[in-house]
């Protein structure tokens, strides 16, 4: 088992930054890939971006550019750091662990007002 305790979101005007983080603990070394989707009211649940064990990235093209996914392997760390943020961001963010099998956070709420 892995758990998930994700730190970060808020409120942010729109052109804002805002840092999302999470630490997983447990079977922690079976991860390989880490990452973070989002679901807006109405939508379903996407990725945003995501990393390997070896640091191998992907990000949806809407955040290209502006967000940054980051890991610390030692500390089971994900950091997803956003910048100019635009209200169509707005949604609950929840990390995401895969081993052999996927896990979620519990989902952190980002609001950008515009």
């Known amino acids: 088992q892995v758990q998930l305790v994700e730190s970060g979101g808020g409120l942010v005007q729109a052109g804002g930054s805002l840092r999302l983080s999470c630490a997983a603990s447990?079977?922690?070394?079976?991860?390989?890939?880490m990452g973070w989707y989002r679901q807006a009211p109405g939508k379903q649940r996407e990725l945003v971006a995501s990393?390997?064990?070896?640091?191998?990235?992907l990000y949806a093209d809407s955040v290209q550019g502006r967000f940054t996914i980051s890991r610390d392997n030692a500390k089971n760390t994900v950091v997803l750091q956003m910048n100019s943020l635009k209200p169509e961001d707005t949604a609950v963010y929840y990390c995401?662990?895969?081993?052999?099998?996927?896990?979620w956070g519990q989902g952190t709420q980002v609001t950008v007002s515009s």
């Open positions: 995401n662990a895969v081993t052999f099998q996927y896990y």
């Open positions: 447990g079977r922690a070394l079976n991860i390989n890939t």
């Open positions: 990393i390997t064990r070896a640091g191998s990235t």
